[in-house]
């Protein structure tokens, strides 16, 4: 059974800094791309980034560019995303997601880690 | 970026309804565009990828159909279970991009 278990959310200062993980089991973690899909509070879904299956790839929202740093440890199956510079509008709930082979689509999702930015 | 438009934003429809979603790209997205369903305090689920193929495990009540720019998501008999936000996720470009979801009420 796929599981995603994200962790590292809470409250952070703005310009103030917070890692996420999540913990994949449940398949071969080296073999799919993986990403950060987020949702502010009573809003719609927004991609943020994904990491191909190696690692050699990652890719970003223009928003979080310069800013978040997507990686991850096959070894440890774990997926992170480093937040740094955080912003009001970062305030969200950040899910990871499995990428579904061939097709960039999320076929598993975590429950989701909250992140709230505010002074 | 592409935009992605979905119509309407809520619905409101009675059990045994047939439902159809409407998702427009502000430009091609060729059929990679994806539907999820989510419902309140849960991660979303896939329900249709590729515009048309059923992810394993859904209902055949849902479909997909479209190219192009036009997609729309049919929930023919709807349920109970069906009550829910949806939404259309275009991958054929980066940034992916959602639609800004539909919420399917109980009339």
């Known amino acids: 059974e796929v599981q995603l278990l994200e962790s590292g959310g809470g409250l952070v200062q703005p310009g103030g800094s917070l890692r996420l993980s999540c913990a994949a089991s449940?398949?071969?973690?080296?073999?799919?791309?993986m990403s950060w899909v987020r949702q502010a509070p009573g809003k719609g879904l927004e991609w943020v980034s994904t990491?191909?299956?190696?690692?050699?790839?990652?890719f970003y929202v223009d928003s979080v560019k310069g800013r978040f740093t997507i990686s991850r440890d096959n070894a440890k199956n774990t997926l992170n995303l480093q937040m740094n510079s955080l912003r009001a509008e970062d305030t969200a709930v950040y899910y990871c997601a499995k990428g579904k082979g061939q097709q960039s689509v999320f076929d598993y999702w975590g429950q989701g880690t909250r992140v709230t930015v505010s002074s | 970026d592409i935009q992605m438009t979905q119509s309407p934003s809520t619905l409101s429809a009675s059990v045994g309804d047939r439902v159809t979603i409407t998702c427009r790209a502000s430009?091609?997205?060729?059929?990679?565009l994806a539907w999820y369903q989510q419902k309140p305090g849960k991660a979303p689920r896939l329900l249709i990828y590729k515009a048309s193929s059923l992810e394993s495990g859904v209902p055949s009540r849902f479909s997909g159909s479209g190219s192009g720019t036009e997609f729309t998501l049919t929930i023919s008999s709807l349920q109970p279970d069906d009550f829910a936000t949806y939404y259309c996720q275009q991958y054929n470009d980066y940034p992916w991009t959602f639609g800004q979801g539909t919420k399917v009420e109980i009339k």
């Open positions: 430009q091609s997205v060729n059929n990679w």
């Open positions: 449940g398949f071969t973690f080296r073999n799919y791309a």
């Open positions: 990491i191909s299956g190696s690692g050699g790839g990652t």
